[in-house]
């Protein structure tokens, strides 16, 4: 059985011509399966499904039938490559149908400008989808690595309710436990500040390029974690040519996506001079730039800005990537440049940027860390 299960994947895998070799018979079921994969993989019916073509939506919702969701995002990601689909995003019945991944929300990003108007709902509705997926599964340990970070920090001992450390306070007053009643007395209230007097600063700078989509889509969402905890000030701007400053919008990431357009050239420089503008504590504050360091601008007066930002006492760290896709393609003289400055340069998967951000936050050698977590430093 186990040999008859090896031949069945190979005779997959092969396509079925004639050549194959294994002449294994498939039944209903995988002939239905083999079809879908010859649409997609079998090189003379590339173009098959053609954006044209009405059978797309019913592929789409055939390899969700035969195939895991991993699998079907990958398929669905060949697909846009291979047989130039981009085009499927601009109807709704196609949206309804796909598997909601990153990438495709990084994708729908680039397009977002010309989505017409009759899909934009179910494009918002696939992105959605995916920033629940990710906040549900990266706030809560952002939330308790920054905080933890942040314990031996001043506290306010009179918070409003808002400002409360609810964790930390009924630990304090656990003594206060009325049995009776099931419940704690708060006689001592523990908060973390207010709002407008941080302990500390974050700015998340983030080049908008083609390239970074993935990595737009993760910071937005720990970009919008973080502007919920009260102990920090969190910042968030994005650049291409231009600088555009979507703090307000950390509020909702998904309006915040979608306000990113990626594309376009990079000014790393113009970026670094208006971060500089907005950090009003330097010496506290933690400036993290999402980029591939392929300076688009004045490379001679962007290595001026980060010289003058690391002597200010702003805690600089590069980011080549923020994804969990490989080693990214980056400037390696700028990173050489930048590693002299005593500045990190690496790439970061998600699941290590909260531990990452909390050792940041703590004045703990970054470097190090990332030594420790078999991450890394280029140059």
Not at 127 to 146: G, N, S, Y
Request: hydrophobic content about 40%; charged content about 25%.
């Amino acid at each position: 059985m186990e040999h008859e299960e090896q031949v069945r994947r190979w005779r997959l895998v092969l396509g079925g011509s004639q050549n194959d070799g294994t002449s294994f018979p498939l039944n209903k079921t995988d002939l239905q399966l083999d079809k879908t994969l010859e649409a997609l993989y079998d090189s003379t019916r590339q173009g098959g499904l053609g954006p044209s073509s009405p059978n797309v939506s019913r592929w789409l919702g055939d390899i969700r039938s035969y195939f895991p969701a991993s699998v079907v995002q990958v398929m669905q990601q060949d697909a846009l490559k291979r047989l130039n689909l981009t085009q499927m995003l601009f109807e709704k019945e196609m949206l309804e149908n796909i598997e909601p991944d990153v990438h495709m929300v990084a994708t729908l990003m680039t397009l977002s400008k010309v989505i017409p108007e009759k899909t934009k709902d179910t494009a918002r509705q696939v992105v959605k989808k995916v920033v629940d997926e990710l906040m549900r599964k990266l706030a809560q340990p952002t939330q308790q690595a920054i905080t933890g970070s942040l314990n031996r920090s001043a506290r306010n001992r009179r918070p409003r309710h808002n400002e409360v450390n609810w964790p930390l306070t009924i630990r304090k007053n656990l003594q206060h436990y009325q049995p009776e009643y099931k419940t704690i007395i708060p006689e001592t209230l523990i908060g973390y500040g207010r709002k407008r007097s941080a302990l500390k600063e974050v700015v998340l700078c983030l080049d908008q390029s083609g390239s970074m989509g993935t990595s737009v889509v993760y910071s937005g969402i720990f970009g919008a974690v973080m502007a919920s905890i009260p102990a920090l000030k969190t910042q968030m701007v994005v650049f291409d040519t231009a600088v555009a400053d979507l703090t307000e919008e950390l509020q909702d990431p998904v309006e915040l996506l979608f306000g990113v357009q990626l594309g376009g050239g990079t000014d790393i420089h113009a970026a670094l001079k208006y971060c500089a503008q907005i950090i009003t504590k330097p010496a506290d504050t933690v400036l993290v730039l999402i980029t591939d360091l392929f300076e688009g601008g004045d490379e001679k007066n962007m290595r001026k800005r980060f010289t003058e930002l690391a002597a200010a006492g702003v805690q600089v760290i590069v980011l080549l990537a923020l994804n969990d896709e490989g080693a990214p393609s980056y400037d390696h003289e700028n990173a050489q440049f930048l590693a002299n400055l005593g500045i990190p340069v690496f790439a970061c998967s998600p699941d290590k940027f909260p531990e990452m951000m909390a050792c940041a936050l703590s004045k703990q050698d970054v470097a190090q860390w990332a030594a420790k977590e078999d991450i890394v430093l280029k140059k």
